[in-house]
């Protein structure tokens, strides 16, 4: 099952630019967690906020949550080439199992 | 940190043939381990929940007989892919749930020729 959709599906900026991506959930959620996989490779864990918080900062990361509207964006400040990889939002309902469900992904593409 | 340990990291098998894949929890107890699948340039899609000494929890559409997940220890959970078929080529990856988060394996790239 699909809990998140993301937008957009890919995104191409230049070094030095800003990258934002958008994820839109279903159903009630504990956490929402940001994740980044580069090419055929596992996950990598960037940030996770919570439901009872708005917005969170990490490093040149960024992240928000709009419960109301069940939506969270993730803002990549200062791209760099190296950023260039898959995001995914992933939403935790904080159940029994908490099991964890993946948003559809944005493939960024930084150009140096 | 807590780390979960997965194997092979990539397997080339005939079709027909079974596949094991193995997630082990290296310094924490796993009561619960995630198996998900992912084709390429698609998402992580849930197949099923493994849980220490109980059957899993299947994800509706994922076949409980082909895709069997194996939970017998607190720290090994294994999916087996029975009688595979070149549609089953796919990057498979476990993920344990942890107080703060949760932990994923490094992945599994199946290729069924």
């Known amino acids: 099952s699909q809990q998140g959709e993301e937008d957009p599906q890919a995104l191409s900026i230049q070094e030095g630019e800003n990258a934002t991506m958008n994820c839109s959930y279903k159903t009630s959620i504990n956490n929402l967690q940001w994740y980044r996989q580069n090419s055929g490779r596992g996950l990598v864990h960037l940030i996770l906020i919570r439901s009872n918080e708005r917005e969170k900062h990490s490093g040149r990361l960024r992240v928000t949550l709009d419960t109301s509207k069940k939506s969270s964006s993730l803002l990549i400040t200062a791209s760099r080439a190296a950023d260039t990889a898959s995001y995914f939002c992933?939403?935790?309902?904080?159940?029994?199992?908490?099991?964890?469900?993946f948003g559809t992904g944005t493939l960024l593409a930084v150009q140096p | 940190g807590a780390v979960v340990s997965q194997h092979p990291s990539w397997v080339i098998c005939k079709s027909g043939t079974s596949v094991k894949i193995e997630c082990r929890s290296l310094?924490?107890?796993?009561?619960?381990m995630f198996w998900y699948r992912q084709f390429p340039k698609q998402s992580l899609m849930l197949m099923a929940t493994s849980n220490e000494g109980s059957k899993a929890t299947y994800e509706q559409g994922v076949e409980k007989d082909k895709f069997l997940i194996n939970h017998a220890s607190l720290t090994l959970s294994t999916l087996t892919v029975t009688s595979a078929h070149p549609e089953d080529s796919s990057f498979y990856i476990c993920?344990?749930?942890?107080?703060?988060?949760?932990?994923f394996g490094s992945g599994t790239r199946l290729t069924v020729v």
């Open positions: 993920s344990a749930p942890l107080p703060r988060g949760y932990t």
């Open positions: 310094d924490f107890q796993a009561t619960t």
């Open positions: 992933a939403t935790g309902d904080g159940g029994a199992t908490n099991k964890l469900i």
